[in-house]
């Protein structure tokens, strides 16, 4: 169902305050896989609560773990199933959630049985093919049902024995990082080789650090060769951090509007590569101050004279629609470059842009591997945002200094951050 449009109220003085956006999804999921998969009871604190997490979290119950959830304190404790998957069967609805269907994928191979995942309309137009010939170079009886290369994905699994598999790089790093989570439990040592480029690699160096923390071995050669051994993976206590992603609209929102904001809970020291879009709007005009250490560590932005500038996003991604919102208040064009593989996410981000940037009165160029942002007077419009929670959080930046902008189904944001147009308000409610 479609929520009420929401208007955007812009911001009148500087902004200036502090906020700690709800934990990392992209961390979230990746450890509520390897909890499953651990031997003894993990916990887990600073969980995100959102529909992907929610879909996992539902799907690893379905699957028999035994999960013990704390709301109120965002906590999740996950007694593991030591390398093996309790269910025998299960049909599993991951909704459009990328990080669960193609994680899941990976883990389910592990266990004993038939399983099918599936996903909504916009799921089945999103490709699981490399992920599935990865697995099948290691030995598992799996297939796209509908012979499209997407979902949905039906497999007989009889565990992992060990092995080789090469996959491409270039689609999703979410197949590597499935299928180096899965390694470990396999009965064998695993290789894995990537072949060609690896998109968002933050994101592969993420995944080895958790598997790592619990206690993965893995070794890399030059050039996308990684070795896994047999080790499983031990409990442990986790402590996820606010996601970086998500950080990036309030910085945005310093940059537009002038004043300060500060981020609480990360540095560029974050597991998540997506923290080094400060450096962006930094080469833009921007200043950063970083303070404290750990959990007590913030990262402040002070908006500037903003200046286009040429840019590869390849490997935060994630954060190129932000980024984009950002280039309309520029003087001089913004060149996003390397993101060709953001047009297989929720939606086809780069046509996305192109076109809702166009609607609020822009000259937009729109390339194979992204666009190139001509800033210039916005008009008042209404934001169309795709079911894509990016384009609507990204867009009621632009809201905050252009007077007249609108987002349609601003409930989308629920996908990973259901708390996020209060959060704009109560940081923007002091300078209206």
């Given amino acids: ?51 992907d997490t929610r879909v996992m979290l539902d799907s690893l119950s379905e699957l028999g773990f035994d999960i013990h959830e704390g709301p109120e304190t965002a906590t999740v404790r996950i007694s593991g199933g030591g390398g093996s998957v309790p269910a025998e069967s299960a049909i599993l609805d991951l909704h459009n959630s990328g990080t669960s ?23 089945r137009q999103r490709p699981i093919a490399d992920l599935v010939e990865g697995l099948r170079g290691l030995g598992v009886e799996i297939s796209c049902v ?6 949905p994905v039906s497999l007989s699994a009889n565990g992992l024995a060990g092995g080789s ?10 197949f590597l990082s499935g299928l180096l989570m899965a390694a470990p439990c396999a009965a064998g040592p695993v290789t894995l080789s990537v072949d060609g480029p690896l998109v ?8 080895l650090a958790l598997m790592s ?4 071995r893995v070794t890399e050669e030059p050039g996308g060769t990684f070795h896994i051994s047999p080790t499983g993976y031990q409990a442990c206590e986790l402590d996820i951090e606010p996601d970086a992603t998500s950080a990036s609209y309030f910085l945005a929102a310093a940059a537009v509007c002038g004043g300060h904001v500060t981020i609480e809970g990360l540095d560029r020291n974050a597991l998540q590569g997506d923290i080094a879009f400060v450096e962006c709007l930094e080469r833009m005009g921007c200043t950063v101050e970083e303070s404290g250490r750990g959990a007590d560590a913030s990262i402040t932005l002070s908006g500037g004279q903003l200046t286009g500038i040429d840019v590869d996003m390849n490997s935060i991604s994630d954060t190129a629609q932000t980024l984009a919102v950002v280039a309309a208040f520029a003087v001089g064009p913004t060149r996003i470059r390397g993101i060709a593989h953001a047009r297989l996410k929720e939606t086809d981000r780069v046509a996305a842009m192109v076109t809702e940037l166009g609607r609020l009165g822009l000259e937009i160029d729109e390339h194979d591997d992204g666009l190139t942002v001509h800033p210039g007077p916005l008009r008042p419009a209404e934001i169309q945002t795709y079911d894509d929670h990016r384009m609507a959080m990204s867009f009621a930046v632009a809201g905050l200094a252009a007077p007249g902008i609108v987002i349609t189904d601003p409930d989308c944001t629920h996908k990973t951050y259901p708390g996020f147009f209060d959060d704009l308000d109560r940081l923007c409610g002091a300078s209206r």
């Fill in 213 to 216: 923390r619990m206690q993965a």
């Fill in 200 to 207: 968002s690699r933050p994101y592969i160096d993420m995944t």
């Fill in 165 to 174: 598999s090469t996959l491409p790089g270039d689609t999703s790093s979410q």
């Fill in 1 to 51: 169902m479609v929520s009420p449009p929401r208007h955007i109220v812009p911001v009148t003085e500087p902004l200036a305050g502090s906020i700690r956006p709800p934990g990392s999804k992209s961390l979230t999921n990746r450890a509520l896989v390897l909890a499953a998969l651990a031997r003894g009871e993990t916990r887990l604190s600073g969980v995100l609560n959102s529909i």
């Fill in 146 to 151: 509908a012979q499209t290369g997407c979902p």
């Fill in 101 to 123: 269907i193609r994680f899941l994928t990976a883990m389910l191979c592990l266990g004993s049985g038939h399983f099918t995942l599936d996903g909504n309309s916009r799921m």
